[in-house]
């Protein structure tokens, strides 16, 4: 047997004081193949070993969550026995090393996480974070993660509805690519991984094994230098066509009772699966490697414990259903093979050409595994609000900022998805939310994914807060009730306390929002170590979140629709400028506090709006967050061409009145008569409200004095994407 | 009228276009298996877009050497309707039921949006019911759409009037050649358009454009 060496440790990421906690749980030493399975299974990526001990503040419940945090994706009750699962991921590193194949297999593992339960796939998001355009690799990068994303989403027919697309200096060297999956499923039809009960058949479905993304999880566990990019054989290559085949494989298998537990093979491939299936299900398994389809010769037990082959299932079926499971596989011409049984012994035994290469407890791997309370130092918030050149032309910024890298259209990206097929997407890419419609009914889920990391570094808490109400706000916006989020935490360095206390002030201010809004947490993935050559990332909690519409007829979108509308603002404006889009693309500073988020005014002020929405009285709304008031009604205005003429009496600055990115803000357009009566009943609800002007022409003219062209702010807006990727322009920017 | 969706394992809008004849003639399609050797007994048969059998090869080349193929091309022969809509297009110019090929887009990335076509010929099965030079928008959504023909063969498709749909001016979105985006086949019972028809039948989704076709073989069939 291989003798374990000090190296060998070191080469796996453990620490010292963790491998001599392996020696006591295992009270010997452990094989080359163990070591190497608790190197996957001890990695930060998949024990949360830094983060579970904070993740258990967030909320996690509601009378409409059927499953919280623990499994493949969450699941909400959406009613008439409808159920909705969700989930979010991060392919950061492998997609920073390979952009195509790793967005790709970004998208591939999400799906699976989400059909592993019994969903079919019926919309995809994403959030990307890239360094700043003028980054010799960015261009590169977009290009690749792009047609990565759409590549694998498009064959596999699901549309991609939206996202984010943010640049920043501080994804230079480490871009995020955060994927977000939601499917549907009958609430009697979920699959769980608990492999319950001794003696049943452990099935391998899918692709064959291969060599391929042996250690991701480790990789995605470790901070980048600049020898990053040797590590590309760890990335892991994808095929849409065979997840296609898994896919409606697995839902024909899953029509039938056949199933005790299934687990798709993520990171740390048949090790992960295999382990956390017997946790969940207190049982032990036993596999036999020999029996594991394989696609490349002689590979040794080590390597197909650790491979990450993408396109692979794990289930444990009833004794006795494995003709039946095998004819639904061959159909769809996929490899089926019984590899193993479980067992009532809680460990995972491992065989391979006839001798036992290992033979651990389970619990070694899950509850033993280390979980540390990592010190944190905390940083006071940054405060103070920025002076700003107050002379600066209004309109001319307002054309500056919506050609900005942040602002600009992102239909380069999106149209390079297909966001129309399963012919139910009612909202388009572009608007607050996406808006999908319950095939063959009339309900509608709204999905957004929101964070505004330039808030998170001068303030994590109240940045995780923004994260979840503006997530909350979108689906507002749209006319949904907004039920449940995954959040999909992006940091540095744990190991560092400055860094580990954004991660706990992050994640506290997302647990305080998602209290405050009855918006609970039912998924999520951290992702840590996002740094490169010790800089870390902005901090990034990404939060994708789901909304149900009753009926899609009453949605709201963001355009103009009419002439003569009267333009309402609900929410006080008090002209916050600290760390605004507007001061960073404008006065080119990143300074002052973040804006506070305060959730009782959000709580009121989205519940008015979704209640105008609902009964069919507002059809045009829009929430205010990045770039403010000014920006938000010129991509109201944009859509349709149809212009605004607004103004407000009386202003000490107009500037931060226009550009401030105070919270809780709605910007509603309707009819004369209808519009008086909403602003009469938001004063009596004590809800601050101002008209600000009335739509037409085709220009934005303000306080009668200046104005600008629809058609040429629409110009600048739709040409900055295309431009920056055909190479015509490369602003410096951040 | 009865029609048949026929799905291969990489088929993505059979889901679309089963709803959309189910909207439109009030009754669901068959859904026939690539493997399926036998057409039911049917006036239609939609070919689906997708990507059939992953189209890692040439769009559609596995496809047209697929069982279900040859019963198709069968049906086509004794003057039954087919339709193919983007994949299916592909799988029809693969399998020789209609002449040229569809290439890679000109800009080299995958195109979702919608476009606006024009009706280019009304006297078929497929276009009755739009008026001659009609402007209509469908969405598009592939990365292999742009048609390519040599001149000889685009010079007799236009003097046989099998041009049934034209991207209207500066709405090409991949480079077919003469603006081509769907075409007909020489009995006129074969139809192929790289645009989706079966997405615009429904106002909630942005659209109705598509209805007129539907509506036009209903009426030719019933």
Redesign the interface.
């Known amino acids: 047997m291989t003798k374990i060496t000090p190296e060998m440790v070191r080469e796996h990421g453990l620490s010292e004081p963790e491998y001599a906690r392996i020696l006591t749980l295992m009270g010997r030493e452990p094989s080359f193949v163990e070591l190497g399975i608790f190197s996957v299974m001890w990695s930060e990526h998949c024990s949360y070993k830094s983060t579970r001990f904070h993740l258990k503040k967030l909320p996690t419940k509601a009378p409409w969550v059927i499953q919280g945090p623990g499994e493949n994706a969450g699941v909400i009750d959406i009613g008439d026995g409808d159920a909705c699962i969700f989930e979010m991921e991060s392919h950061n590193h492998p997609s920073f090393i390979e952009p195509y194949q790793g967005a790709a297999t970004g998208v591939g593992g999400i799906m699976r996480d989400v059909f592993t339960m019994g969903a079919r796939p019926i919309a995809m998001m994403n959030a990307l974070r890239f360094g700043e355009p003028s980054h010799p690799k960015t261009r590169h990068l977009v290009s690749g993660v792009v047609s990565g994303i759409g590549g694998y989403g498009n064959c596999m027919g699901v549309p991609t509805v939206g996202g984010e697309v943010n640049f920043h200096k501080s994804y230079n060297g480490n871009i995020l690519v955060n994927a977000m999956c939601v499917g549907l499923a009958r609430q009697d039809k979920i699959f769980l991984s608990a492999a319950k009960g001794a003696g049943n058949p452990v099935v391998y479905i899918g692709s064959k094994t291969g060599r391929d993304g042996i250690h991701g999880a480790t990789m995605a566990s470790a901070e980048f230098d600049d020898a990053s990019e040797e590590k590309r054989p760890t990335v892991q290559v994808g095929d849409p066509f065979t997840e296609k085949l898994l896919l409606e494989a697995c839902l024909e298998l899953m029509a039938t009772d056949a199933i005790i537990a299934i687990q798709d093979m993520g990171a740390a491939g048949l090790t992960s699966s295999s382990a956390e299936m017997g946790d969940k299900g207190g049982s032990g398994i036993e596999l036999d490697l020999d029996k594991v389809p394989q696609r490349e010769t002689n590979m040794t037990a080590y390597e197909m414990m650790l491979s990450e082959s993408q396109e692979r299932m794990l289930a444990v079926l009833k004794p006795g259903r494995e003709a039946q499971a095998e004819a639904i596989f061959k159909k769809w011409e996929l490899d089926f093979a019984v590899i193993g049984i479980t067992t009532d012994t809680s460990r995972l035994v491992v065989k391979h050409k006839g001798t036992t290469v290992a033979d651990m407890p389970i619990t070694a791997l899950s509850d033993e595994a280390p979980v540390y309370e990592r010190p944190y130092t905390e940083r006071a918030p940054l405060t103070g609000e920025p002076a700003f050149d107050k002379k600066k032309n209004v309109l001319e910024s307002l054309k500056t900022i919506l050609a900005s890298p942040d602002m600009a259209s992102r239909r380069w990206v999106w149209e390079q998805y297909d966001h129309t097929v399963m012919a139910d997407t009612v909202q388009v890419p572009g608007g607050d939310a996406a808006v999908v419609r319950i095939h063959g009914t009339q309900k509608a889920l709204a999905i957004t994914t929101d964070v505004s990391p330039r808030y998170c570094r001068p303030d994590p808490f109240e940045g995780g807060k923004q994260a979840v109400a503006e997530a909350w706000r979108n689906l507002t916006a749209v006319g949904a009730t907004p039920l449940a989020v995954t959040d999909n935490l992006n940091y540095g360095n744990p190991q560092k306390p400055e860094i580990m206390w954004e991660i706990v002030a992050g994640i506290d201010g997302i647990g305080a929002a998602c209290r405050a809004l009855d918006f609970p947490v039912i998924g999520g993935n951290c992702s840590l170590y996002n740094e490169t050559n010790g800089e870390g990332i902005l901090p990034t909690p990404a939060i994708g979140g789901v909304g149900l519409m009753k009926d899609v007829s009453k949605m709201a979108t963001v355009a103009f629709k009419r002439s003569g509308d009267v333009i309402i603002l609900i929410g006080e404006t008090k002209g916050h400028l600290g760390q605004s889009i507007y001061l960073r693309e404008i006065e080119g500073r990143e300074e002052g506090a973040a804006p506070k988020v305060d959730l009782g005014a959000e709580k009121k002020h989205g519940d008015f709006v979704r209640g105008l929405i609902e009964a069919g009285r507002v059809d045009t709304v829009h929430d205010l967050s990045d770039g403010g008031l000014l920006v938000a009604i010129a991509e109201m205005a944009m859509p349709r061409g149809i212009g605004a003429n607004i103004g407000i009496a009386g202003l000490p600055d107009d500037i931060p009145f226009w550009f401030g990115e105070d919270q809780a803000r709605y910007c509603l357009a309707a009819p004369f008569a209808e519009a008086e009566k909403i602003v009469e009943e938001a004063r009596a609800a004590f809800i601050t409200v101002a008209e600000l002007g009335k739509t037409g022409g085709d220009r934005l003219t303000l306080d009668d004095k200046s104005s600008a062209g629809i058609a040429s702010l629409k110009e600048g807006f739709e040409s900055w994407f295309p431009n920056f990727m055909s190479g015509e322009e490369i602003p410096v920017t951040n | 009228m009865k029609s048949a969706v026929i799905f291969f394992?990489?088929?993505?809008?059979d889901?679309?276009a089963k709803?959309?004849l189910t909207q439109m003639t009030g009754k669901a399609p068959a859904m026939v298996w690539h493997q399926d050797s036998e057409l039911p007994d049917v006036d239609l048969v939609v070919l689906p877009?997708?990507?059939s059998?992953?189209?890692?090869l040439r769009c559609g080349a596995m496809a047209s050497q697929s069982v279900v193929m040859k019963s198709v091309r069968a049906h086509a022969d004794k003057g039954g309707m087919v339709l193919g809509i983007c994949n299916g297009f592909q799988v029809l110019t693969e399998s020789h039921l209609l002449p040229g090929a569809l290439m890679r887009n000109a800009a080299l990335?995958?195109?979702?949006?919608p476009v606006g076509l024009e009706v280019d010929e009304t006297q078929s099965a497929f276009t009755r019911h739009y008026s001659n030079g009609q402007r209509v928008t469908f969405?598009v959504?592939h990365?292999e759409g742009s048609y390519f023909a040599d001149e000889e063969t685009l010079d007799r498709l236009e003097g046989e009037n099998r041009v049934a749909f034209r991207y209207a001016k500066g709405e090409n979105p991949n480079g077919s050649a003469r603006n081509i985006a769907g075409i007909l086949s020489e009995k006129r019972n074969v139809l192929g358009l790289m645009p989706?028809p079966?997405?615009v039948v429904?106002d909630?989704?942005?659209g109705t454009d598509g209805r007129a076709l539907f509506q036009s073989l209903i009426e030719n069939l019933s």
């Open positions: 394992p990489a088929s993505n809008c889901r679309d709803t959309a877009g997708g990507f059998y992953g189209d890692y990335k995958f195109v979702c949006k969405p959504a990365g989706h079966e997405r429904d909630v989704l942005g």
